[in-house]
């Protein structure tokens, strides 16, 4: 089965709502990042984590270590935030920081 | 700061062609990798490099080749196009093999 779990798989919101993406890892992971990808299809760095909370403006996103998952929590949400988003995770036991992605949630606005 | 720059955007190839993709990256950071993104789906890593003239096989290594000629650059070949592997090809770097990851803008590749 998949390793790194994205849910939902496709999100649409209408601007100004709040919302919450979310990553189940099935093993132990020691750092996650949150990626951005938008239409044009460049990945956009988002959070780097260790285990913990980071916030950026809007964003704000939490990797729970203990119990295998990572969240990421849109604020307000604004027409520049659809794209696709990515989580990533250095699963055990792969060597060096090979990252596992899982398949994405597809975030569109209704404007 | 720093940039990650892939030539070509575009790839067209015929099938059984051996087809070139380009990363170049003046971070200087250690550690290059590519990726394979297939059509709505998420990224596979293909080859990674720690250093210059490392090479270490990801999880879809079968059927490239890849080449760290110097520390800025890695390059990936795909030995014989086949029309399945279509796909968009990102290239990354970190600062080492535990870092956080940055992209390249990425190769579509086009088989006909």
């Known amino acids: 089965g998949d390793q790194v779990k994205q849910s939902p798989s496709a999100l649409s919101l209408q601007e100004g709502t709040n919302s919450a993406l979310r990553c189940n890892f099935s093993i132990a992971t020691t750092t996650v990042q949150w990626f951005l990808q938008n239409p044009r299809g460049s990945l956009m760095n988002l959070f780097y984590?260790?285990?913990g909370t980071k916030e950026n403006g809007r964003l704000k996103s939490t990797f729970n270590s203990k119990e295998s998952y990572s969240t990421l929590h849109i604020r307000d949400a604004q027409l520049e935030d659809s794209g696709t988003y990515f989580c990533?995770?250095?699963?055990?036991?792969?060597?060096?920081?090979?990252?596992?992605f899982g398949k994405g949630t597809k975030f569109s606005l209704i404007p | 700061g720093g940039i990650i720059t892939q030539t070509p955007k575009f790839l067209i190839g015929q099938e059984g062609q051996k087809l070139t993709l380009k990363c170049q990256q003046n971070f200087n950071h250690d550690t290059m990798y590519w990726y394979r993104q297939d059509s709505g789906k998420g990224l596979r890593l293909i080859y990674y490099s720690i250093t210059e003239n490392d090479l270490q096989k990801g999880d879809l290594s079968e059927g490239y080749d890849a080449s760290r000629e110097k520390k800025s650059s890695f390059s990936l070949t795909v030995t014989s196009a086949q029309k399945n592997e279509m796909a968009v090809f990102l290239c990354?770097?970190?600062?080492?093999?535990?870092?956080?990851?940055?992209f390249g803008p990425g190769t579509r590749l086009t088989v006909l």
């Open positions: 984590l260790v285990p």
């Open positions: 990533a995770a250095d699963l055990p036991g792969t060597g060096s920081n090979r990252l596992t």
């Open positions: 990354a770097s970190s600062i080492n093999n535990y870092a956080e990851q940055f």
